[in-house]
């Protein structure tokens, strides 16, 4: 079992050559971290140990392949290497071990066999760990450092930096949620079809939220921070072949690849955001767009609509018009009535109000914001005030834009949509001829 | 694997009892963890207004209070102690627990082992 075949690594498939031995193992590393920590903690129940074995194996690998040259398998080398460290430690810890073989007896009488090997690839046990990483008992932010560290086979400073935090804050925040999994015995398994519409939103949810951190901080001045929205992606590609029958799964990753495909135009040249009507849309990524669509496809038949399929179908209609004027308003504004009967929320409820606006008039747009004005979500919530500029603006009231975009202006963001707010402000106290200094 | 159920009651009346609380609901969910062979131990305990606070000081001295009442928002009101294989269906017991409903809650608690 441990002689398969390395899996296809997606994207490191060039001649081995022409790489160091230290970077094709990085390489491997990386492809190859998550199915073998899956496999390991699947076989031995303990994350920890799993992981620690899974570096050790590494280390191994870049002493031993500078020398002896790259194993045809690596990644069968890596397992085989690591579950031989796991063995030789079990025996060294005699109490640990009679723990672990407690575990693994209950792990064997709860889980069905694992899936044989498919296409000669190691065990892909991955399914099992996402799950895990994404348990509701985690804290939301552990699940989001657990699912990069274990799945995306980031490293703790690595992703310490893509949440701008300390490395021994992370480090500390990935010790506790491991003690949790290890100590509460968090299963290692994929829930039943009858848990799974309880618990998939869950993993789906990690998966967005890195794509979103890595798409609101991608315009800040961390241009080195590492493309959080590409490592989303990467796992939301994991997840659809894991389950290729799983809509929403398909609808998450066509969400994410409508918007990302709009990344090379979304920023402007001193790193300011330019918004969607500004957007030149010759450099939307058109591949990305059509891959995506396909997946709205996917996403939104054979069943009742999910939410990540319908703000699919939203980026779609955004991502086929050639401009924001020729959009297809009406089929939003409908699409975002399914989702506020899906998920109710204010923000949704505002983004449609926006395209209300777009579709027939902007008063008629601010008659729905101002309507929910009250809404303590969106009091201190900076799109709603800018929206309601934006609006205000294109209702020729330059006055109450200015107010709003002031609003707007003294609540959190980046430098950049600062920038971007303080440049709509001047413009409507510039031209607009009401404009009252004490505003 | 062994975990402490704890319920709390969201809301206790004057004397420190829960509000709201079905008996046959409690007797059936009881019936249910004993069936299962999970149980190994269970209390419901009485109203608070019963309780009384033990400290010792540093010299020795004991000081004991009535309470503690006035300042407890949530009010332990029994607990079960369950073996069960994994969180999982700790949670999901305690999410058929009578008690967690109706603004009570349920708390998990992994009782520590030790390599005994």
């Known amino acids: 079992m441990g002689d398969v075949a390395s899996p296809a690594a997606g994207g490191s498939g060039g001649p ?85 073989a407690v575990l693994q007896v209950e792990a064997e009488r709860a889980l ?20 895990t990483c994404a348990h509701p008992a985690l804290a939301a932010e552990d699940r989001v450092a657990l699912t990069l560290r274990c799945l995306a086979g980031l490293t703790t400073p690595e992703v310490a930096r893509a949440f701008l935090v300390p490395t021994a804050t992370m480090a500390q925040r990935i010790v506790r949620a491991k003690k949790k999994i290890s100590q509460a015995r968090v299963p290692f398994r994929v829930p039943g079809s009858d848990e799974l519409p309880e618990r998939l939103p869950g993993v789906l949810q990690v998966l967005y939220s890195i794509f ?90 054979g069943g009742p609509p999910g939410p990540y399929g319908v703000q699919a179908a939203i980026a779609a209609l ?29 923000v949704v409820a505002m983004n449609r109000a926006v395209a209300v606006a777009m579709r027939d008039t902007p008063e008629a747009g601010l008659a729905l914001l101002d309507a929910m004005a009250d809404e303590p979500k969106l009091r201190a919530h900076r799109p709603y005030h800018a929206a309601r500029g934006d609006l205000l603006r294109r209702a020729g009231r330059p006055a109450e834009a200015a107010a709003a975009y002031r609003v707007a202006l003294g609540l959190a963001g980046t430098d950049p949509e600062r920038a971007s707010l303080r440049r709509r402000l001047d413009e409507v106290v510039l031209f607009g001829p009401e404009y009252d200094r004490d505003g | 694997m062994k975990y402490l159920l704890l319920i709390n009651a969201g809301a206790v009346d004057e004397n420190g009892a829960a509000e709201g609380c079905d008996v046959t609901e409690w007797m059936a969910y009881d019936k249910e963890v004993r069936e299962a062979g999970i149980l190994v131990s269970g209390e419901s305990l009485a109203d608070l207004v019963a309780a009384t606070r ?63």
């Open chain 1, 112 to 131: 069905p066999a694992p899936p044989a090997d498919a296409d000669g690839d190691l065990p892909d046990e991955r399914l099992a760990l996402f799950f």
């Open chain 1, 16 to 100: 081995r050559e022409w790489k160091t031995a230290a970077a094709l193992v990085e390489a491997v590393f990386r492809e190859e971290r998550g199915r073998l920590l899956a496999a390991l903690v699947r076989r031995f129940g303990d994350l920890d140990l799993a992981e620690e074995v899974t570096s050790e194996a590494v280390e191994a690998a870049l002493a031993r392949w500078p020398v002896d040259g790259v194993p045809a398998r690596p990644g069968a080398w890596l397992l085989t290497t690591a579950r031989r460290r796991a063995v030789g430690r079990l025996r060294r810890d005699q109490a640990y071990a009679a723990r672990l």
């Open chain 2, 54 to 116: 033990v400290r010792v000081g540093r010299d020795g001295e004991r000081i004991v209070t009535d309470g503690p009442f006035a300042e407890t928002r949530e009010v332990l009101g029994g607990f079960y102690v369950i073996d069960v294989p994994d969180l999982d269906v700790a949670i999901d017991w305690a999410a058929r627990c009578p008690g967690a409903r109706g603004g009570g809650s349920v708390v998990v608690r992994p009782v520590a082992d030790f390599g005994a």
């Open chain 1, 318 to 346: 955004h991502d086929e018009a050639p401009d924001a004027a020729s959009t297809d308003w009406p089929q939003i504004v409908a699409l975002y009535d399914v989702l506020l009967a899906l998920a109710p929320s204010p």
């Open chain 1, 212 to 301: 979103t951190e890595g798409y609101a901080a991608s315009s800040g001045p961390h241009a080195q921070r590492l493309d959080l929205a590409e490592e989303a992606i990467r796992l939301a590609r994991v997840l659809r072949r894991l389950m290729p029958a799983g809509r929403e799964v398909a609808g998450l990753l066509a969400l994410m690849l409508l918007t990302h495909a709009r990344r090379a135009a979304r920023v402007g040249p001193t790193g300011e955001p330019v918004p969607l009507d500004e957007q030149d849309r010759g450099r939307w990524d058109h591949e990305m767009i059509a891959e995506g669509r396909d997946l709205v496809v996917r996403a939104l038949t």
